[in-house]
């Protein structure tokens, strides 16, 4: 008679524990509603970490959200915490943000060699995708935006031009879905013709 106590408390406190699992567009109507009221906060108030944080906890693959978080912190000089969150940004979208953080590294914590080989590390990360795919339009696009960090301009150019050709050839990430949905990480061939040095 004790264990079957037991085993029912159990049973109704796990029971009251497992959270309700929302629809996606419940989810995405709160992420939106939290984002815009983040906005309206200042970047260094309190209440702008709370909307941030309850964004990560509907979606932890958002990672202009890890950005958004670090950027408090770097102007206010704690660039060890502000490195944890730019470092899940550079995880989830090494194409988006590894330039960034390495800006970072520059301008705010003055690692200057760290930044150099960050830039080095993703270039090679980018010889290493052309050598599975030469015609990896989206690979090109990236190198290229390194290889300018680091002042090869020639170099920078040969691979936006041939990243150019190949991606009106549709030598880019083939998404299952894409002929549905332009997908925000892929590189098009627009991005080519306004690309900014």
Known sequence: M???RHTFFIVVLTGSCVEK??????DS?????LWQRDNAQNLFANQRQIYLDSILQIQLDKPCIWQQKSMPCFKSSKYELGMTYIDEAVRLRPEEYLDYLTFIKCVFSKQ???AILDFNEAIAAFDKA???C?????????KAKA???LKPKKEAKKCLSMGYTYSL?????NDTNAVYENYPYQIKPVFFENFVD
């Open 112 to 114: 200057y060699t760290e």
């Open 2 to 4: 004790k264990y079957l």
């Open 169 to 173: 050839d549709g030598n880019s990430i």
């Open 134 to 142: 030469p015609m990896f339009s989206d690979a090109l696009y990236c």
């Open 21 to 26: 699992k929302q629809k996606p567009e419940q």
């Open 130 to 132: 052309m050598l599975e």
């Open 147 to 149: 290889l300018l960090r």
């Open 29 to 33: 109507a709160r992420v939106s509603y």
